[in-house]
């Protein structure tokens, strides 16, 4: 019986995963109440094993990230559809695409002072490296926010990396695909806002 996903296309390399998280940290949150899902898409920093967050406490989702609910979590990178015409051997379309897919346990930040200092340091990330604005801890605007934020963290207890990038093919074709990956990528975000703004 065939192995699925393929072998070649997990990545079981954590250091490649943390890189995903880094570079792309919106995250889309999965909950369970009563079999339906709860999704939110919101960003994610990580730490040590950590994912640190927060989201509007009127957030549906939010009553259910308490100590020790299990929650999954995806983040996206680059992905693209693969034409047969960019191999240099003979192939069918496919679409390549980097997904991690971890899951993990919630913890409560309950302290606003924690809650805050998260925000900072999520900031801080997200800012680098030009570092062009610092969210200070005095600032008048979070002092009124922070009441309307519920702080969590998730200890990763499952990571899975998939890495589907044309693994199978030559050499020449696995690096067509990386450079079609990144054509792609490019092109298509600057098309995609030309469309709908």
């Keep these: 019986m065939a192995q699925y996903p393929p072998k070649q296309h997990q990545d079981d390399n954590r250091d490649h995963m943390i890189e995903v998280i880094k570079t792309y940290p919106l995250a889309t949150l999965i909950s369970v109440m009563d079999n339906k899902p709860l999704i939110s898409h919101l960003p994610l920093i990580y730490s040590e094993g950590k994912l640190i967050g927060h989201l509007d406490k009127y957030n549906p989702q939010a009553a259910m990230l308490k100590d020790n609910h299990e929650v999954t979590v995806l983040f996206s990178g680059p992905q693209c559809y693969i034409s047969p015409s960019i191999y240099n051997t003979t192939q069918l379309p496919t679409w390549n695409y980097i997904m991690v897919h971890l899951t993990g346990k919630v913890t409560e930040i309950k302290d606003p002072e924690a809650?805050?200092?998260?925000?900072?340091?999520?900031?801080?990330?997200l800012e680098a490296p030009e570092h062009r604005y610092k969210l200070e801890p005095d600032n008048p605007r979070m002092e009124q926010f922070i009441s309307y934020v519920k702080g969590f963290e998730i200890d990763i207890t499952t990571w899975e990396g998939k890495f589907k990038l044309s693994q199978d093919k030559k050499p020449s074709d696995i690096e067509n695909a990386k450079n079609e990956l990144i054509r792609a990528n490019q092109e298509s975000i600057k098309t995609f806002l030309e469309r709908v703004f």
């Design 115 to 125: 809650i805050k200092a998260s925000m900072i340091e999520m900031t801080a990330f």
